[in-house]
């Protein structure tokens, strides 16, 4: 399995962007797609994951009603748009698959995406 993500890139606070994961190989409805991300000097966090199946979607608290996390099965790619971005949102963003359909915790997730970082200036 192989997740390769993109979309990155520098914006202003308050803009939008939409970051795509594109998965090789099968990715079957009890799995879950994450993104997670990781900022300077701190640990690798949850952003928000959906379960594959039914396309049912988690959030961090500091990204609801600001992220919107889906996926297009027929492509194999998870998407994650991100409007009214923050300084706080600047990280190298993780595209991230579990196939026991994990939902919150890194280490539980097997397969990783090589990150597409997002700057977001004040």
């Known amino acids: 399995v192989q997740l390769q993500a993109s979309g990155g890139g520098l914006v202003q606070a308050g803009d939008s962007l939409r970051l795509s994961c594109a998965a090789s190989?099968?990715?079957?409805?009890?799995?879950?797609m994450g993104w997670f991300r990781q900022a300077p000097g701190k640990e690798r966090e949850f952003v928000a994951t959906?379960?594959?199946?039914?396309?049912?979607?988690y959030y961090a608290d500091s990204v609801k009603g600001r992220f919107t996390i889906s996926r297009d099965s027929a492509k194999n790619t998870m998407y994650l748009q991100m409007n009214s971005l923050k300084p706080e949102d600047t990280a190298l963003y993780y595209c991230?698959?579990?196939?026991?359909?994990?939902?919150?915790?890194?280490?539980?997730?097997?397969?990783w995406g090589q990150g597409t970082l997002v700057t977001v200036s004040s």
């Open positions: 991230a698959k579990s196939i026991r359909g994990s939902l919150y915790s890194k280490e539980e997730f097997h397969y």
């Open positions: 190989g099968r990715t079957f409805s009890s799995h879950t």
């Open positions: 959906i379960r594959w199946g039914t396309t049912r979607a």
